[in-house]
């Protein structure tokens, strides 16, 4: 048959809902006859771990050392946590003498699972007297020790003493007819058994119902009091109070039942799935189950018990410290391309695609030769690919390899299609088997439509008249070859967008639209950087959010990322959003609507600086919320950055402002000192220059008070040379060069030009001054507007000027104390920046009232 033909005749070989259950209990009762399951089974490492772990428990001739342990599998939801947990219970029920409880998932009402449990055992004849058993065994063992204690002179057993031992020791006898025939008292019977069971739980009442379980009378009250029905009338006057059905006397009855099976050498095994859902339980259940189930690991190692648990990491990092001290831990990963490939061939064969013999047809071989769950779990080596033989009901299936080359034959899945799916499912079995399910099916759905129009109605038949129709059997030609490739890496790259992209678009965009509304975050059409029409890149960016004053946020959808010209669509829109804001003073944050494996989010990372939000992942609302606010932080972060670049920069042009003022200043002191010492050849000063009127000369008095008091002559100038007062440097005193900051230096260069403005200032009023006071009448138009530029040039040029800081200059002989010299400065600047209006008011007024007898001012004025 072709490839084709099987691939058309076969159902899907990959299962609907990869799920593992662990099944009900090793005695329940079961209906019918089916054939055993074929499950597909990749040894890994972590796989051998727990399987050696299991087979040592085993394996061990008896009771003592290191026999009890406690196994974790920690891993995320698909990584075969639980397949490995049913090859366990699959190898415990090959051998029925080692008892098995299986836990699917825990519950609030351990009671209910705990009565089943039980009246399970108790309906089940075999297991109900497997159990009585090891009672009687252990019973038998508290007499022995009893016979052996200071209490067995009392007895009077006489020279039978050893021999009773003996055979109690080895179950030739009964310890009730023991008990029976030297008339050992039961009271003391019993507080042997208290003071033994008081290693597993503090409780009268498992002594006291162990010890009637025996006795013919009680046994049937007993039972059902195991079964968690309220005790009987008889078991009440004995002291036992209550029924098996809250958390906290669940876990004694299991610690008593481990502790039991452990003093008599016999095996007994618990496996707990999805212990995770415990965490999720109100405060006090949670709590009450995790003491309870603490004090039950501790049993189960300390007496010889095995107890296997499949839990998350997350949860995992929660429990009890005491519990990873006490469990080992195996951490199940994901698959490489090689394991992927043997799971789909696996799979492949269990539908009859690939037609070989199982594990248990290879001829040689008999599969009957051994016996037991150690031997189930032990006998891996028959195969040079590694897969071992199957345990009890589950039968391993052998992936079939190519005669030439050796390698797993994964037909019709081609090899760079494997790979495809080993890389978006990150390894992940359910992943694996959820794609390949999909891609099937595609792939059969597409063949079978290629077929139907390729095919010739029977009415149009260009065949010889008489032509017989082919059989419903008979394989159609398609055309397709026996090696055609029918699922290949576009068709996997469909399979995962039909899987994964199950929500709208709309929908995706409208849970957006309330995250951010919830936040109270700006939004905006588009942003005015993006230019008038935006940049053709950035119109696939759904939202901008606006972030302080000149930053963005753009969110972005995409469907699932999955090959490279993905990435590079989002990176050309990233970068057109990027280039409009040169600052760094935008994020794109990517929402994926669909599937991104691993190595595809770290490629968007990359390229957007953000990792990228997907619909799929648990908890998309919150990761989505949470990115918006953390880019929101970078963005006002990186514009607090970029206005101190700002600012660092302007500094820079005000202080390289500053030297060239200063050097200037120089150059005019330089030349001033040329000046003083040329004999002085001006004209006579004018009178009224020299002597300004009362009013206007105490108004520059003031400014110029204001500012001597602030920039005084330093006093420490003269000892910063090297000199003290009386111009003596120390004996062994050296050069000193005086050094002043550039901050110090602009307040003196400010300081300076400040003190000859004021005296151009005041010159100009004084010629002002002397030109008005030789006409007649008030002041022209010209006249007075002379004055307001003089007065306003003043003004303006003080404004621009830099702010005089108190704390830079050098301290002088008035002012030591800091705070003064702040009030100082803000004296001065007040002075200064209404001098010119105050001089222009007096000045206007004095002529005026000069030359008009008191008349105000004209209209002119400025």
Known sequence: MSQTDTFLRNDNPFPFSPVVQLGGFADAVRMGVRPPKRYPTIVTDEL???????????????????????VALVGDFGVGKSHMAREVTAAIRA??????????????????????????????TEARIAFERVVSAYYANVVVELLRSSDAADLHIGPQHQAVIAGLSDGTFDPRKVIQAFGIDKELMHRHLREHLRVAVDHRKFAVGLSLLLEGD?????????????????????????????????????????????????????????????????????????????????????????????????????????????????W??????????????????????????????????????????????????????????????????????????????????????????????????????KICRQAWQLARDALAARIAATATPPDSATGPPGAAEAPADATVDTGATDGETLVDVSRVHEAVRHLYEQRAGADVLRTVERSLAQGQWRREAQPPELGDPPLPGTREIAYWVRVGAGAVLGVLPS??????????????????????????ECEILVVANGYVSRRMRDRIAETTRTAPVVVTDTGFSEHLDHAVEVLARRLESAQRESTLDQVRARLGRVTAQQTGTLERIEQLDSRLERLALTPDRRPAADPLRDELPQPVRRLFAEAAEALDLLMGEPTDLRRSLGVDAAGMAPPDGRPQRVTFSA??????????????????????????????????????????????????????????????????????????????????SSQVAEVLSSLAERVQSAVLGLVTNGRNGGAAPSAAAH
């Open 48 to 70: 051998t771990r727990l399987r050696r772990q299991v087979a040592d428990y085993l394996e061990r001739p008896g009771p003592g050392g290191d026999l009890g342990r406690a």
């Open 95 to 124: 051998d029925a003498s080692v008892p098995l409880w299986v836990i699917n998932q825990p519950t609030l009402d351990l009671g209910v699972v705990y009565r089943n449990r039980m009246l399970s055992l108790r309906d089940d």
């Open 218 to 330: 009680f046994k049937r009250e007993v039972w059902d009091w195991l079964t968690a029905e309220e005790p009987s009338q008889a078991l009440r006057d004995r002291g036992i109070g209550g029924a098996i059905d809250s958390t906290e006397a669940v876990f004694d009855a299991l610690c008593v039942f481990s502790f039991l099976h452990g003093r008599v050498g016999q095996r007994y095994v618990l496996v707990v799935d999805a212990l995770e859902t415990v965490l999720s339980w109100p405060q006090r259940d949670r709590s009450e189950f995790m003491n309870g189930f603490e004090k039950l690991v501790n049993t189960y190692v300390n007496q010889d018990g095995l107890l296997v648990m499949c839990i998350q990491p997350e949860p995992w990092s929660r429990m009890p410290q005491g519990l990873h001290e006490r469990v080992l831990q195996i």
């Open 332 to 433: 199940p990963t994901g698959l490489d391309e090689t394991e992927t490939a043997r799971l789909i061939s696996g799979y492949l064969r269990v539908s009859g695609v690939h037609d070989q013999p199982t594990a248990t047809d290879r001829p040689g071989e008999d599969p009957q030769s051994g016996s037991g769950a150690a031997r189930a779990l032990d006998d891996a080596a028959y195969a040079a690919d590694g897969v071992p033989t199957e345990p009890a009901d589950y039968q391993t299936v052998v992936p079939p390899t190519d005669d030439d080359t050796g390698d797993v034959v994964t037909a019709p899945f081609a090899p760079d299609a494997v790979a495809e799916v080993a890389e978006l499912s990150n390894g992940v079995p359910r992943e694996i088997l």
């Open 559 to 584: 469907r699932s990322v999955l090959e490279p010209h993905d990435v590079e669509r989002i990176g050309r829109v990233t970068r057109a959003a990027h280039g409009a804001f040169p600052r760094g």
């Open 743 to 824: 901050p110090q230096f602009q307040a003196i260069g400010v300081t300076t030009l400040v003190r000859m403005l004021l005296r151009a200032f005041r010159d100009g009023v004084g010629d002002w001054l002397t030109t008005v006071a030789g006409g007649d009448g008030g002041p022209t138009d010209d006249e007075r507007n002379s004055l307001f530029v003089l007065c306003r040039s003043f003004e303006i040029t003080v404004e621009v000027l830099p702010e005089i800081r108190p704390e830079t200059l050098p301290p002088g002989p008035a002012d030591p104390d800091r705070g003064t010299r702040e009030l100082r």
